[in-house]
């Protein structure tokens, strides 16, 4: 069950309106790396974690407040909006300063969401449930919400650098707060889950499963081999060796094709000479 309150997690106002920033914010609300995606992950995982109460715990109290993240930017988006189509333009035929800020304005804020916010990114693209990751492993998906908080910290730094307005810079720099406590609990609970489980995603794969051989080998397919020392003679973090192989050897046999039946009206093969 959820409820809604009406304040705000935390500030959302700006100094002035900027319909430039508002469309740079929308990357934040609804790209692949937004509040929207993290959102719905951490909901997903947590409704899917079966018999860890801990971590489900821990994914549903992030997800929610999450939830309010979302409210925050589209709230900031909006007043960032207010009155951008009319006076705005108005005043770009006296200050080109303005009429480049407002040439790079998204249309779609005037046209289909009124000024308001909307579940896209930032060149209004529609947010997609393709950019979140629940696998019922929590494990792989502690790890993907780490990359997650990562690339989303790194989004709002760079943000953070595109505007002088104080109270934009004041929400940026909660979330920027907010997506650092985040690494750090996901890290956190992936140290407890390797050690249970192990190192490697699933744990559970018998031994036997692999091909031992080529377990702890790094193959150089590209020319160099400055990737040499970050592995050669190392021990990786199972515990086993490292291994570096120079110029690695084809394992197995050319392949030879049957040809296709008559009825695929496939290209023949040619002959052999």
Sequence with gaps: MFSHKKELQYH???????ALMARRLQEILGG?????????????????ARGNEKYKDLLLDTATEEIGHVEMIATMIS??????????QE??????????????????H????????????SNGNPWTSNYIVSSGNILADMRMNVTAESQGRLQVARLYEMTEDKGIRDMLGFLLARDKQHQLQWIQAIKELEEKEG?????????????????????????????KPLVDGKEAADGNTFNYIKNPQAMAEKPVLKTPPAEMHSTPPEEAK
Excluded at 32 to 48: C, I
Excluded at 91 to 108: C, F, H, R, S
Excluded at 110 to 121: E, H, K, M, S, Y
Aim: glycine share 8%; hydrophobic share 40%; aromatic share 8%.
């Design 79 to 88: 007043q960032l909006l207010d009155k951008a189509p009319l006076s705005a």
């Design 91 to 108: 005043e770009a035929v006296k200050d080109p300063a303005i009429a480049a800020v407002m040439g790079g304005m998204n249309p779609q």
């Design 199 to 227: 190192i490697v995603v699933p744990g559970s794969v018998p031994e036997s499963y692999e091909v031992s051989d080529v377990t702890h080998t790094l193959y150089n397919f590209s020319e160099g081999e400055d990737s």
């Design 32 to 48: 692949q790396w937004g509040e929207m995606s993290v959102m719905n992950m951490y909901l997903f995982q947590g409704w899917n």
């Design 110 to 121: 005037a046209i289909v969401t009124g000024l308001g916010a909307a579940p896209r990114d």
């Design 12 to 18: 959302a106002t700006p100094e002035k309106p900027d």
